[in-house]
């Protein structure tokens, strides 16, 4: 299967620092990543859709500002954190839709963020 | 959306089969039916998927009922490295998964 990588895997920063996690299709090209973040206990929630090239569409309740989403080029999205507050501590995952995977996402193997 | 319920959680023995049921009576005809299991701490991954027939993989196997109202995931032998939460998600193609409550499965050596 294809594989998505996810940089950092895990990341402590201060609170008010800004903080980028990278999201790679390692060997085929995602025309659309999702980026999730699952709270401890809880389910994944979908926070935003990126298409290379096009800005983010981001689910309600989820700060466009707050969380900025680059997909410059078919292979990269990236999910900045800016100012992060304790309450963004969580684990965001993204996965990858690529055009010759109908109907199968691929997902990275996560994200483990906590802002003291 | 279509609304799935899964036990909240499931036990089995290591080296027996585990059938995890859904239900998703609301699924659209168009709907495939996935499943997508999450080891703790790390990302989901892929199972299995199908749309009416009985589907097979090397992972498992999916039963899908006749009204596509409800599915079954079918693990033939549990190991330990299946203890995971498991998904069933109606989805229709390139659209991000909902992501419900899921079914914990717990695998007893």
């Known amino acids: 299967g294809a594989v998505v990588s996810q940089h950092p895997s895990w990341v402590i920063c201060k609170s008010g620092t800004s903080v980028k996690i990278e999201c790679r299709s390692l060997d085929f090209q995602a025309t659309t990543m999702f980026w999730y973040r699952q709270f401890p206990k809880q389910s994944l929630m979908l926070m935003a859709t990126s298409n290379e090239g096009s800005k983010a569409t981001y689910e309600q309740g989820v700060e466009k500002d707050k969380f900025l989403i680059n997909h410059a080029s078919l292979t990269l999205s990236t999910l900045t954190v800016t100012s992060a507050h304790p309450e963004d501590s969580s684990f965001y995952i993204c996965?990858?839709?690529?055009?010759?995977?109908?109907?199968?996402?691929?997902f990275g193997p996560g994200t483990r963020l906590t802002v003291l | 959306d279509a609304k799935t319920t899964q036990p909240n959680s499931m036990e089995s023995n290591e080296e027996e089969p585990v059938h995890l049921p859904c239900n998703h009576s609301?699924?659209?005809?168009?709907?495939?039916i996935h499943w997508y299991r999450q080891l703790p701490s790390q990302g989901p991954e892929y199972v299995i998927h199908g749309l009416t027939s009985n589907v097979n993989n090397r992972m498992a196997s999916l039963a899908i009922a006749e009204d596509r109202k409800s599915s079954t995931l079918i693990l033939h032998r549990a190991t330990l490295r299946d203890a995971a939460v498991y998904y069933c998600i109606p989805t229709s193609g390139n659209t991000p998964l909902v992501f419900g409550k899921g079914t914990r499965l717990s695998v007893i050596a």
């Open positions: 996965s990858a839709l690529g055009a010759l995977f109908y109907n199968e996402q691929f």
């Open positions: 609301t699924i659209s005809g168009t709907d495939y």
